[in-house]
């Protein structure tokens, strides 16, 4: 069975400071690994595609990178517009279907 | 762009009445898919459709059930509400397997 799991599950951070989401999976076959940001009440907004190890994806202040195992979403000095949930989710088969992680929670202050 | 649109922001059913969600997609994308979205478990697939009349059943089927008459249209039924099935919808399309899903706005449904 696929397996999402996103660490931390709550990250507080302050503005400038930067850190890394973490993804780890356990899938058969991946074909693509997808990062999302959803904000309070609304439904989620697609970020980024990773399809192999070692493939790296920028934008504005995110970057995304994955390996074998794992991928991580690298927030360089965040801004509170930045503060949401972050999700994660795993392409497998040939099916259409992804299985998600349950997401971190990012909030960055002042 | 693509746009999702979902019929409902926010909507309040008793239970065992009958409840239709529908999504609407402006981009020509073959599959479409119906979530639920609830605090420590994340989104689970209820159903999805990877072709006009065509259904599948995801991992939480029971209680719902879909209905894809258009391409460009996917509706989730739920037969009898029951409280359980209080949570935040959520219908996604993409075009192909293994591409990104875009997402609509979410359906909030409380049953009473």
């Known amino acids: 069975e696929d397996q999402v799991t996103q660490s931390p599950e709550a990250l507080r951070l302050q503005e400038g400071e930067s850190s890394s989401l973490n993804c780890s999976y356990t899938?058969?076959?991946?074909?693509?690994l997808f990062w999302y940001r959803q904000d309070p009440g609304k439904g989620p907004e697609f970020l980024f595609t990773l399809y192999s190890a070692g493939e790296e994806k920028e934008k504005e202040r995110l970057k995304a990178t994955l390996t074998k195992k794992e991928s991580f979403l690298h927030i360089t000095a965040p801004k509170p517009e930045d503060s949401a949930t972050y999700l994660c989710a795993v392409g497998t088969g040939t099916a259409s279907k992804l299985t998600f992680g349950t997401g971190t929670r990012l909030q960055v202050t002042l | 762009d693509v746009k999702v649109t979902q019929s409902s922001r926010y909507l309040v059913k008793r239970t065992g009445e009958k409840v239709f969600l529908e999504c609407v997609q402006d981009?020509?994308?073959?599959?479409m898919f119906w979530y639920r979205q609830d605090p420590g478990l994340g989104l689970r697939l209820i159903y999805f459709s990877y072709d006009v009349k065509m259904k599948e059943k995801g991992d939480i089927p029971e209680g719902y059930s879909v209905s894809r008459e258009k391409k460009e249209r996917f509706s989730l039924i739920l037969e009898s509400a029951s409280t359980n099935q209080t949570s935040m919808y959520l219908c996604a399309s993409s075009p192909l397997a293994g591409h990104e899903q875009f997402f609509g706005p979410g359906t909030r449904l409380t049953v009473l």
């Open positions: 899938v058969s076959g991946l074909r693509g």
């Open positions: 981009m020509d994308h073959e599959n």
